[in-house]
Nanobody, 115 residues
């Protein structure tokens, strides 16, 4: 059974940076496309980055050039480097399957961008 544990969130000023981590277990991590999602209050969850098992990445325009997703298959971990953060990036961030999300979602990690 898949388990996902996100960490690394916090409070940061606009223009700042954070690096999120997600440790996965219970799956053969290396075969899956993984994604980072976020959900802001009152909004639907959205995909903000994905990385294939081959290392190809994709981002929506809202974060392109500011966010970078990476993975370490040896550690069953996916990362999200977030730079030039904006107040609109404030949300709870989750990782999951980047193509067909599993029913299980971790607790997420809160990112708050505020001065």
């Amino acid at each position: 059974q898949v388990q996902l544990v996100e960490s690394g969130g916090g409070l940061v000023q606009p223009g700042g940076s954070l690096r999120l981590s997600c440790a996965a277990s219970g799956i053969i991590f290396g075969i899956y496309t993984m994604g980072w999602y976020r959900q802001a209050p009152g909004k639907q969850r959205e995909l903000v980055a994905l990385i294939t098992n081959g290392g190809s990445t994709n981002y929506p325009d809202s974060v392109k050039g500011r966010f970078t997703i990476s993975r370490d298959n040896a550690k069953n971990t996916v990362y999200l480097q977030m730079n030039s953060l904006k107040p609109e990036d404030t949300a709870v961030y989750y990782c999951n399957n980047g193509v067909a999300p599993w029913n299980y979602w971790g607790q997420g990690t809160q990112v708050t961008v505020s001065s």
